[in-house]
């Protein structure tokens, strides 16, 4: 018997994923905002009232935006990419983490 994939009857798991899973429920259209600080907002509200997750919020947060970054791959523009990846320092900052990145020393 012949297998189906996923994607040829118009489904995507990680669509799936992101719209069901048991770690985050997420505002419609989260990451279709275009201010990164309200992507952020919107995730750590969403990580802070959520009793199912099994790390810290902001783990929670960050790997929900590093997976739909991940997963959108090539089909993300350059402009998408880049609020995105705004939003990343900004959800840092909510958190009051360090940015990423080479630090000085001395």
């Known amino acids: 018997m012949p297998r189906t994939s996923a994607k040829s009857k118009g ?7 992101t719209e069901t899973s048991n770690a985050l429920t997420l505002e419609k259209g989260v990451f ?8 952020a907002v919107s995730l750590r509200r ?11 919020s902001f ?18 523009s350059a402009r998408q990419r880049a609020r995105l990846e705004k939003a990343k320092a900004e959800l840092r900052e909510l958190y009051g983490k ?6 000085r020393t001395g």
């Open 11 to 17: 489904q995507r798991w990680s669509q799936r994923v």
């Open 32 to 39: 279709a905002r275009t201010d990164p600080r309200k992507i």
């Open 46 to 56: 969403s990580a802070e009232r959520s009793r199912r997750r099994k790390g810290s």
């Open 59 to 76: 783990q929670s947060a960050m790997s929900m935006l590093n997976f739909y970054i991940n997963r959108a791959g090539r089909t993300l």
């Open 98 to 103: 360090p940015a990423t990145g080479l630090r």
